[in-house]
DNA sequence: AATACGGGGTA
DNA sequence: TACCCAGTATT
């Protein structure tokens, strides 16, 4: 067929379906660049499903640029808490303060602005423009890039940074005149729901009988991207340290540092345990017949570590004492967690512990480090905690 | 070009 | 279990 004609059916055909089929979203309801701009950010690697409600009660809490230029950056995490990726948060309320500032509270419409803010990438910026400014900007996220690459049988590697920008140009030439915001958002809905990773459902799809992959018989193999590195293991032993006497019903937290992981969040302090011995060095097997990693993991979260409990909880005691000058007596093994970032896989010991008699003395009240709190587990509001700790402290808190 | 950066849905 | 999600910043 002819590449202009299949082009050109390939728009109109998408536009019509979109027209009809478009789902009921919270961000389409209006066009006002803020909530635009705030659902683009949340939906960066993240589902819909997951994103609806934490984008009512943003907004709801935050309902302007003012209103979130002029929040404290703990209250801003806190309403992302669980979303993941926070420096999404951080960068967003960062750029809406620039805006706020520099623009007079308006979403710059200039491509070049729009670029520079914090957090507002190639995609995002084309999402804004085309769809809060019907700019004709092309927005290539990962569903554009699957439902382009099958539909014109494109074999690049959508992995490599070179492939997003051609991909860009192709989808910029594809935009209807005066339809760049609905014409986005139709490619990213059919990636969505129609044209989806696995077992795509080519028998509904508006542009079937011209798409190229499907033609081929390659739709899913389509698209091709080299598969990323399996995260690296980690033991992190937890202390739950509960408090008594005048930090009675409260629990022993910390702020995690400014910059990297989970950058300013709160947690439960914990160590990192030397690496786990590996079946295959142990055993002196080849790496083809060790156990999956799988099996290795279950065997750990099936009660004890490598160490005997002793073993580990000594260790949290003196890491503690040394890193931090925390005084905590270990008392128990209270559960095993796992938990899986996409470059890192915590496996987690954690223990309930009891501050250390020092700790509780009147004499020395306020002999924490700066970035330590006792938390009444009732009142939490104030610190953001990622999923990961939400859980031990949820599993403490139902057994009270 | 490669890596850091969360958490969860789904087949 | 493997893949991937309305990606961006940093190195």
Request: proline fraction near 8%; charged fraction near 20%.
């Amino acid at each position: 067929m002819d590449n202009q004609l299949q082009k050109q059916y390939f728009s109109t055909e998408l536009l019509l379906w979109y027209e009809r089929s478009k789902r009921d979203l919270p961000w389409r309801r209006s066009k006002n660049p803020y909530y635009i701009w705030v659902s683009e950010i949340m939906l960066q690697q993240t589902r819909v499903d997951t994103v609806i409600p934490y984008f009512h009660r943003f907004i709801e809490k935050f309902p302007t640029v003012a209103a979130l230029a002029a929040a404290p950056e703990s209250e801003v995490l806190k309403a992302w808490e669980g979303l993941g990726y926070y420096s999404r948060a951080r960068n967003l309320q960062s750029a809406v303060r620039e805006v706020h500032e520099q623009y007079n509270g308006i979403v710059p419409s200039d491509k070049a602005e729009i670029s520079e803010l914090k957090g507002v990438g190639p995609y995002t910026a084309g999402a804004i423009l085309s769809i809060a400014y019907n700019q004709p900007e092309p927005a290539v996220d990962g569903n554009v890039m699957r439902v382009l690459s099958r539909y014109f049988a494109l074999e690049d590697d959508i992995a490599k940074p070179s492939t997003r920008i051609g991909i860009e140009r192709l989808a910029q030439g594809l935009i209807p005149a005066g339809e760049a915001g609905a014409f986005n958002q139709a490619l990213m809905e059919l990636g969505a729901t129609v044209c989806t990773p696995r077992a795509p459902q080519c028998l509904t799809c508006p542009v079937q009988v011209h798409c190229a992959g499907r033609l081929a018989g390659i739709a899913e193999q389509l698209p091709v991207k080299t598969k990323a590195k399996p995260p690296r293991p980690e033991r992190r032993a937890v202390a739950l340290i509960v408090g008594s006497g005048a930090h009675g019903g409260q629990l022993l937290i910390r702020q995690r540092p400014q910059d990297g992981l989970l950058a300013r969040m709160w947690e439960l302090p914990h160590a990192e345990l030397p690496p786990a011995r590996s079946a295959s060095a142990a055993e002196g097997v080849t790496p083809a017949a060790a156990p999956a990693r799988g099996a290795q993991r279950r065997a750990a979260r099936g009660g004890v570590p490598e160490e005997s409990h002793d073993v580990v909880m000594a260790f949290l005691r003196e890491h503690l004492a040394a890193a931090d000058g925390i005084g905590i007596v270990p008392k128990a093994w209270f559960m095993n967690t796992e938990h899986v970032f996409s470059h890192i896989l915590w496996d987690m010991f954690v223990y309930r512990c009891e501050a250390a008699a020092a700790a509780l003395s009147s004499e020395a009240p306020n002999s924490l480090p700066p970035n330590y709190r006792w938390l009444n587990v009732n009142e939490m509001e104030e610190y953001p905690f990622p999923n990961v700790f939400l859980r031990i402290i949820n599993e403490y808190k139902s057994l009270l």
